[in-house]
């Protein structure tokens, strides 16, 4: 039935780190990724490396929907998306998250 194969496609993309819930308070909604949270990180990270950008701090918007960023496969990532992405360089030393009020940003290094 419906909610079996649907709960079967979220269990297997948990485990291979292609999905996650939205929050720990809904068990309804989910982002489904294409790539690991990793390797949605590690290209932004090659990107602000090939262009530049490492210790210069660029808006998620930059990212997301600049048009530095239109060639590149992240561009128009759902933000919490590529929020999660980036903590995942904050905890290799590569970045710092940076959220105050409605700015959010990224230092690279």
């Known amino acids: 039935n419906t909610a079996t194969c649907r709960n079967t496609i979220k269990t297997n993309c948990c485990l291979a780190s292609l999905g ?3 929050s720990s308070f809904s068990k309804t909604k989910w982002h489904i990724y ?3 949270l990793e390797e949605w990180g590690g290209m932004v990270y090659d ?3 090939n262009n530049g950008m490492i210790n210069t701090v660029c808006t998620l918007f930059e990212l997301t929907q600049g048009d530095n960023t239109c060639d590149e496969e992240f561009h128009g990532l759902d933000t919490e998306v590529l929020i999660k992405a980036l903590r995942t360089l904050e905890d290799e ?3 710092e998250v940076i959220i105050f009020d409605d700015t959010q940003g990224v230092k690279f290094f």
Do not use: G, L
Request: glycine residues 0%; proline residues 0%.
């Open 20 to 22: 996650a819930r939205i």
């Open 34 to 36: 294409w790539h690991t």
């Open 47 to 49: 990107w602000a490396q």
């Open 93 to 95: 030393k590569k970045a």
